[in-house]
C-alpha cells in the first residue's frame, strides 16, 4: 500500500510545495512613495512630468549607454530598433528557431523575412556558430534574444556581424540586469530592449525601452517616435514605478540566482529534466523564466502529464515556447539547416516562473521533493486521465 504522505496530489497526496510564490508586483513600499510623490506633484498626468527623462537618465547609467528611449511596449521597442537599423521591405533577419513568437511578427511588420537558425541544445538559446551559414546578402540583422535563464555568447555574435557589416539587435526582454561576457544583457548589439511588461522583472504593466550606443539608432528612433507628439510613449506614471524597481534590480537578480543555484542541485540526480547550462566567462544570467530540458522517455511520463503533476504540487510551471518553424507556415520564413535542437525545444522545454524564487530558499528544497516524487511516480501517473 502506497504511502500516502508520498503519493503525488494528482493522486490524492498532499502538495509538496507549501511556500506560495510572493504576489507580483511585489508589494513595494518605496513603489507606492513614487506614486504617492507622482500623484502630490500632478507629474501622473502630464504629458512631461519629468519622471520618463529622469528614468531614461536612470537606465543609461546602469546600463553605461549614452541613449535611451522608452518605449509603450517591449514589442514596439524591438520594431523601433529594427527600423532605426535600417530594416525594411526585402531585407532578411537571423532569429532562432526557438524564440518569442513577437519577434517573428514584428520582423513580418517590415515586411522582411524571419531567417531562422538552430539552437545550442545546452543553453536552448541561439547558437552562434550556426550564423554564418544562415547569411545571405540579403541579411540586414541578427535579433538575438537571451531566453529563459540561458544567454547567448554575445561576443562570438558580434564578431561575425561586424565582419559582414550586419546590424544586432539584442532582446534582453526577459533578463534586465544579466550580465554577458563582463557587460550588461542589451549593450553587445546596435541597439538592445527591455520590456516592462506585467509579468517582467521590471514592470509598469506595458513598456518597453531601446538602449544603444549608436547616435544614429537614437535619432532614428526618436524621429519615427516623434509625429507632432510621441507614438508610442511610456507614460509618466509607469515610469515613477520603475525608478525603484530599477534601484532593487541588482540585489533581486542576486536572490533569485542563489534561489536557482539551490534548485540545480535539487534536481541534479532526476533522470530526465535539468537546467539550462550557462558556463559563459563573466557571466551572470537574470531569471524572468528558469528553463528545464525534459526529456520524456527517461523520466517516465509524458510532458503535459508531468506539468499538470507538478502544478498540483503547488508549482507555477508551464510549457515553452512553440518553435518559430513549427507554428508558422514555411512560406514565412528561410530555414537553416535542420533545426533539430529547436524543434527538440519545442517538445521539451518547461518554463518556472520567476515568482517563486524571491520565496524563502526552503521553496526550491520542497521543488526537488515534489519532482522526485512525481518520477517515483511517474508509472502510476501516466496511466491517469
Known sequence: MSDPDDLPALLGGKPACTHEPPSW???????REALEEAYASGAWGKYDGGLVTKLEAELAAYHDVPHVITTASGTIAVELALRAAGVGPGDEVIEAAYDYSGNFLTIHALSALPVLVDIDPKTGNMDPGRL?????????????SHLHGGLVPMRQVMELARARGIAVIEDAAQCPGAMVEGRRAGTWGDAGVLSFGGSKLLTAGR????????PTIAQRARIWQMRGNLVAPLAELQAAVL????????????????????LREAL???????????????????????????DAEKFGLHRDKCRAALSAEGLAIDEGFRALHVERSPARFRATGTL???????????????LILLA???????????VRKVHRHAAQLSRTQ
Do not use: C, W
Not at 544570467?285 to 525534459?294: H, I, Q, S, T
Not at 524563502?360 to 521533493?369: K, Y
Open 25 to 31: 508586483p511585489v508589494a513595494e513600499p518605496s513603489v
Open 132 to 144: 554564418a551559414q544562415a547569411v545571405s546578402p540579403a541579411t540586414k540583422a541578427i535579433l538575438v
Open 207 to 214: 513598456g518597453g525601452a531601446i538602449l544603444t550606443a549608436t
Open 243 to 262: 525608478r525603484p524597481q530599477l534601484a532593487l534590480l541588482d540585489e533581486r537578480n542576486r536572490t533569485r540566482a542563489s534561489r536557482v543555484a539551490i
Open 268 to 294: 541534479q540526480d532526476v533522470p530526465g529534466l535539468r537546467l539550462f547550462d550557462m558556463d559563459l566567462d563573466q557571466s551572470q544570467p537574470a531569471y524572468y523564466k528558469v528553463g528545464l530540458v525534459y
Open 340 to 354: 533539430d535542437h529547436a524543434s527538440r525545444a519545442h517538445e521539451s522545454v518547461l518554463i518556472l516562473h520567476h
Open 360 to 370: 524563502p530558499a526552503e521553496a526550491m528544497t520542497e521543488i526537488g521533493t515534489a
